[in-house]
């Protein structure tokens, strides 16, 4: 994320990635939703992974689709992130993640506002 935001100072104006369709978020529901209801819901995310979260004992593996957009004007850069957790197919709960207003960035240099 560092080196997509070091680049994108760079650019005069750079966008990538899909806006996550948080709104859609309410129709999936924890522990019933399959990976098949996630994919109609939000579309094909950018990226895959797994993940264990440390706070739980004898912590499940969990799937992880991510989801991103990016938009740059050259010092102003906007991030929206969206991490959806699955476990054994299910839908698990998920991440929100979007940039203060905005982020400015000087010579390659990043400040949130």
């Not at 579309?43 to 895959?48: K, N």
């Not at 990016?70 to 998920?94: A, E, I, P």
């Given at each position: 994320?560092?080196?997509?935001?070091?680049?994108?100072?760079?650019?005069?104006?750079?966008?990538?990635?899909?806006?996550?369709?948080?709104?859609?978020?309410?129709?999936?529901?924890?522990?019933?939703?399959?990976?098949?209801?996630?994919?109609?819901?939000?579309?094909?995310?950018?990226?895959?992974?797994?993940a264990?979260?440390?706070?739980?004992?004898?912590?499940?593996?969990?799937?992880?689709?991510?989801?991103e957009?990016?938009?740059?004007?050259?010092?102003?850069?906007?991030?929206?992130?969206?991490?959806?957790?699955?476990?054994?197919?299910?839908?698990?709960?998920?991440?929100?993640?979007?940039?203060v207003?905005?982020?400015?960035?000087?010579?390659?240099?990043?400040?949130?506002?």
């Open positions: 994320m560092v080196a997509c935001v070091t680049v994108t100072a760079c650019a005069q104006s750079v966008t990538y990635g899909v806006k996550p369709q948080t709104d859609r978020l309410s129709m999936l529901v924890r522990g019933k939703s399959t990976a098949a209801d996630v994919l109609l819901a939000l579309g094909e995310p950018r990226g895959r992974g797994a264990r979260l440390a706070d739980e004992p004898n912590s499940t593996r969990r799937d992880v689709l991510f989801y957009f990016v938009q740059s004007n050259g010092s102003t850069v906007n991030l929206k992130m969206l991490v959806v957790f699955m476990r054994d197919g299910t839908y698990d709960g998920h991440f929100w993640f979007s940039s207003d905005s982020m400015k960035t000087t010579k390659g240099v990043v400040f949130v506002e």
